[in-house]
């Protein structure tokens, strides 16, 4: 755990550095994640997905963070985008049959 809060640290410095770089609110959202700290990690995997629209790992991560935080509604929104833009991206196809949904397309 220890490593995971250092990353914490270091990507929050990072991005404080630049906060226009993206690929730091990712990094630290997958450090967040490990640490339990699900609510910041969505927020960090949003930021992510967002600008990096068609990444589907981007929106895979953020449907599981958001799955952890019980949201099930944002966790399968997230996973739906996933699949809209990787069809059969199978992290996300599994994170919605985790959740008792379908994993069709958008």
Do not use: C
Not at 4 to 11: I, S, T, V
Not at 50 to 77: H, S
């Amino acid at each position: 755990m220890g490593q995971h809060q250092k990353a914490d640290a270091d990507f929050t410095s990072a991005i404080a550095l630049r906060t226009s770089a993206v690929r730091p609110y990712l990094a630290r959202g997958q450090s967040r994640y490990v640490l339990g700290k699900y609510q910041e990690a969505a927020k960090d995997f949003g930021v992510a997905a967002e600008q990096l629209k068609e990444d589907p790992d981007a929106w895979t991560w953020r449907g599981m963070a958001l799955e952890k935080t019980g949201d099930a509604d944002q966790a399968a929104n997230a996973y739906r985008w996933a699949i809209y833009y990787k069809p059969g991206h199978g992290p996300a196809v599994d994170g919605l049959r985790r959740l008792g949904q379908s994993p069709r397309s958008r």
